[in-house]
């Protein structure tokens, strides 16, 4: 370990998932790989949901939704569709990143374009768990969130 990074090991599986193939070959021509922190928190949810949105109903066509965990974690097909997007897009649920810096671990030369979900929609920011906040106020919010990154795109 050093002062500016971490050290993991992380097992190697001959394990592999056809269909997460089959999709990442289907998306590799989209312009836009969507990449989410994904956390367990309010903020990662939101970061989940708006990413979903984005690339499954407002702009499905030159989107693709990158698996964060598969990306990370295996030299395949989703870890190649950020390799080779022309333009990766990640949403943060907080400064500390998590998506962006894992991605970078593994990719040191992929610069995303970096959204925070606080800096995207408005909410009380004393929440922390999923559930102090409604479901449906937490799919308002990230569809907002997906508009505001649809309209930089």
Same mark, same amino acid.
């Given at each position: 370990?050093?002062?500016?990074?971490?050290?993991?090991?992380?097992?190697?599986?001959?394990?592999?998932?056809?269909?997460?193939?089959?999709?990442?070959?289907?998306?590799?021509?989209?312009?836009?790989?969507?990449?989410?922190?994904?956390?367990?928190?309010?903020?990662?949810?939101?970061?989940?949901?708006?990413? *979903?949105?984005? &690339?499954?109903?407002?702009?499905?066509?030159?989107?693709?939704?990158?698996?964060?965990?598969?990306?990370?974690?295996? *030299?395949?097909?989703?870890?190649?569709?950020a390799r080779n997007?022309?333009?990766?897009?990640?949403?943060?649920?907080?400064?500390?990143? &998590?998506?962006?810096?894992?991605?970078?671990?593994?990719?040191?030369?992929?610069?995303?374009?970096?959204?925070?979900?606080?800096?995207?929609?408005?909410?009380?920011?004393?929440?922390?768990?999923?559930?102090?906040?409604?479901?449906?106020?937490?799919?308002?919010?990230?569809?907002?969130?997906?508009?505001?990154?649809?309209?930089?795109?």
């Open positions: 370990m050093s002062e500016t990074h971490e050290t993991i090991q992380i097992a190697k599986t001959q394990a592999g998932c056809g269909l997460c193939e089959e999709y990442a070959a289907r998306e590799a021509k989209k312009p836009v790989v969507v990449m989410a922190c994904e956390g367990a928190c309010l903020r990662g949810e939101l970061a989940r949901l708006t990413a *979903n949105f984005l &690339c499954d109903e407002l702009a499905p066509e030159g989107t693709a939704r990158l698996c964060l965990g598969g990306a990370f974690t295996k *030299n395949t097909g989703q870890r190649a569709l997007a022309p333009r990766v897009v990640a949403v943060e649920g907080c400064p500390i990143l &998590c998506g962006t810096r894992m991605m970078q671990g593994v990719l040191p030369e992929l610069k995303p374009e970096v959204y925070q979900i606080p800096s995207l929609v408005k909410f009380d920011s004393k929440l922390f768990a999923m559930r102090d906040m409604p479901e449906p106020e937490r799919k308002r919010l990230a569809r907002e969130a997906a508009q505001v990154i649809l309209a930089k795109l």
